[in-house]
């Protein structure tokens, strides 16, 4: 029987075991590194970590061959908003935040057929769609944070 270690799902080492899983030989190809070492980032019991261009490289082969999102980006995003959560916030009620979004989705939209009226997009086109794009996901990110400071309070804003 093999004994198999528990991995938080949302940790390094979680990311690191799914891209393994996923990549095998690829994972240590992409970071141009040993075998061993990607399953030392695996392992939760072990300090190594990748380094932030390394868990870069891995996110990137993970998503080019699998088509999913990146693992090491999601851990590293939840991570954060967990070590954050006690941050100043001013919460508003998600149904108000909701609003802010969807003007930010409408941006999105028209920022969307103007760069493609044509049928292609130039990178001068896409610019202000990523900025829309990126201003959609902070106002996304402040209503979690909302409903994360809703849910410590155990009430409405």
């Known amino acids: 029987m093999t004994a198999i270690k528990p991995r938080h799902p949302v940790s390094v080492a979680g990311a690191c075991t799914q891209i393994l899983g996923?990549?095998?030989d690829a994972?240590?190809?992409?970071?141009?590194?040993?075998?061993?070492?990607?399953?030392?980032w695996a392992d939760p019991d072990h300090d190594s970590e990748p380094t932030f261009s390394q868990m870069l490289d891995l996110d990137a082969a993970y998503v080019a061959a699998t088509g999913e999102s990146a693992p090491l980006k999601r851990a590293y995003?939840?991570?954060?908003?967990?070590?954050?959560?006690?941050?100043?916030?001013?919460?508003?009620?998600p149904q108000s935040r909701l609003l802010d979004v969807m003007a930010e989705i409408g941006e999105i939209s028209a920022a969307a057929h103007r760069a493609m009226d044509?049928?292609?997009?130039?990178?001068?086109?896409?610019?202000?769609?990523?900025?829309?794009?990126?201003?959609?996901?902070?106002k996304l990110t402040q209503?979690?944070?909302?409903v994360d400071a809703l849910c410590r309070k155990g009430g409405a804003a």
Not at 27 to 40: C, G, H, P, W
Not at 77 to 87: H, I, P
Not at 143 to 146: E, G, H, K, N, V
């Open 22 to 24: 996923r990549l095998g």
């Open 143 to 146: 209503m979690s944070r909302d």
């Open 27 to 40: 994972a240590a190809v992409a970071v141009n590194k040993s075998d061993s070492l990607i399953r030392k």
């Open 77 to 93: 995003v939840t991570l954060l908003r967990e070590r954050t959560a006690a941050v100043a916030h001013q919460a508003q009620a």
């Open 118 to 138: 044509d049928g292609t997009m130039t990178a001068n086109e896409a610019a202000p769609l990523q900025r829309d794009i990126g201003e959609a996901i902070e």
